[in-house]
């Protein structure tokens, strides 16, 4: 998003800040992932696909871990698109290419064991539409992945927004239909007096020329 501000009252202005929402916290796998019972079963990576874990998933993530996704294995060569993560959301991709398809693989237990999968559509739609905003109309689920279009979720802007509004606010919230309801009647009367005074003064100086 782009603001543009005039130079001469940049200075004046300043620039509009980012305004962290009390209500919207970081969002983590544990909480958008569906109870594996009632994933799809083609969300799930295919037995000839194994995964090389990397992390020991009996262990506790720490604080400081779920303030980021966390590599806990890859598949394959694990390089791009073959990475199993735990811990905050990873972002999705622009491409469908490789078993994760247009999501990141995640890890989430399944029977008692740790499996890797793709996310489903209703799990994309919390990341990136817990408000309901950006309403979607594909029947097909994988279609309905791809139609968030890679964009960033609704409520990374909102703040923003918010701050955004908040700056270009106009100071009153009604419209004036009198000069009185904006300027008092003194003023008015000062304002009136050096007009008068100005006529005044020019019409003497274009007399004595």
């Known amino acids: 998003m782009i603001v543009m501000v005039r130079r001469d009252v940049f200075e004046q202005w300043g620039w509009p800040e980012a305004v962290t929402h009390p209500e919207w916290q970081r969002v983590t ?3 958008i992932l569906q109870p594996a019972e009632n994933v799809r079963d ?9 995964v090389t874990w990397t992390r020991d998933m009996s262990l506790p993530f720490s604080p400081e871990e779920l303030l980021r996704p966390v590599e806990v294995g890859h598949i394959l060569d694990g ?4 990475r199993v993560y735990a811990g905050m959301t990873p972002a999705t991709k622009a491409s469908s290419w ?3 398809g247009r999501t990141h693989l995640v890890a989430q237990q399944r029977r008692g064991q740790w499996y890797a999968r793709r996310l489903g559509a209703e799990e994309v739609a919390r990341i990136f539409d817990p408000d309901g905003l950006m309403k979607v ?3 097909d689920p994988e279609q309905q992945v791809a139609e968030f279009g ?3 979720p609704s409520r990374m802007v909102q703040p923003y927004a918010e701050g955004l509004v908040k700056f270009l606010r ?6 004036p239909e ?5 300027i008092d009647d003194k003023t008015v009367q000062v304002c009136r007096g050096w007009m008068v005074q100005a006529e005044t003064d020019f019409k003497e100086q274009a007399r004595l020329k």
């Open 29 to 31: 796998l544990a909480e």
């Open 42 to 50: 083609e969300l799930w990576l295919a037995p000839d696909v194994p």
């Open 79 to 82: 390089g791009w698109g073959c």
């Open 98 to 100: 490789g078993p994760a």
């Open 137 to 139: 109309s594909a029947a």
């Open 150 to 152: 890679n964009s960033g």
């Open 170 to 175: 106009p100071p009153m919230s009604f419209v």
């Open 178 to 182: 009198k000069i009185s309801e904006i």
